[in-house]
């Protein structure tokens, strides 16, 4: 009885609408057909459609305090294959998400972190020797460093 893979990633949010804005605007996932749980909600799907972000707001989102928690918690972050790493870093730029690179040592993998705006951080993992341009930035405040959150609160 194997697992077979990851089927989907379920973030709470305070805020449907800039959570789907980035994870689609951002991030390059769409919009897929959702079940009416009886609460807001979104599934966001890889362009191959499988749905790999549930987002949900209200109902049980909320908690026993009426709002979603922020933050990843007990999860540091969610990691996405991507390609186009130097187009992400231009969509980060031009949406106003702050950032942070890094380069696997003894790979060829690069990485970018960024937070959404309910505070889950995710990473974009990239095969380095399909990227153009260049390396990731390594240097001190870009340079991501585990265990260090960067998350100010803010979002764009």
């Given at each position: 009885?194997?697992?077979?893979?990851?089927?989907?990633v379920?973030?709470?949010?305070?805020d449907?609408?800039?959570?789907?804005?980035?994870?689609?605007d951002?991030?390059?996932?769409?919009?897929?057909w959702r079940p009416?749980?009886?609460?807001?909600?979104?599934?966001?799907a890889?362009p191959?459609?499988?749905?790999?972000m549930?987002i949900?707001?209200?109902?049980?989102a909320l908690?026993?305090?009426?709002?979603?928690?922020?933050?990843?918690?007990?999860i540091?972050?969610?990691?996405?294959?991507a390609?186009g790493?130097?187009?992400?870093?231009?969509?980060?730029?031009?949406?106003k998400?702050?950032?942070?690179?890094?380069?696997?040592?003894g790979?060829?993998?690069?990485?970018?972190?960024?937070?959404d705006?309910?505070?889950?951080?995710?990473e974009?993992?990239?095969d380095g020797?399909?990227?153009?341009?260049?390396?990731?930035?390594?240097?001190?405040?870009?340079?991501y460093?585990?265990?260090s959150?960067?998350?100010?609160?803010?979002t764009?």
């Amino acid at each position: 009885m194997p697992v077979s893979g990851l089927f989907h990633v379920a973030v709470k949010t305070n805020d449907l609408a800039a959570t789907v804005r980035f994870y689609e605007d951002v991030v390059g996932l769409k919009s897929v057909w959702r079940p009416d749980f009886g609460y807001p909600g979104a599934w966001l799907a890889t362009p191959e459609g499988a749905a790999i972000m549930h987002i949900y707001a209200g109902g049980p989102a909320l908690g026993t305090q009426g709002k979603a928690p922020y933050g990843t918690a007990a999860i540091d972050h969610v990691s996405l294959s991507a390609t186009g790493y130097h187009d992400y870093i231009a969509a980060f730029r031009a949406a106003k998400y702050d950032w942070r690179e890094f380069k696997v040592p003894g790979t060829t993998l690069w990485q970018l972190f960024v937070y959404d705006p309910s505070g889950v951080q995710l990473e974009l993992t990239f095969d380095g020797a399909s990227e153009p341009g260049p390396a990731p930035d390594m240097s001190d405040g870009r340079r991501y460093i585990a265990g260090s959150s960067f998350f100010t609160g803010a979002t764009p």
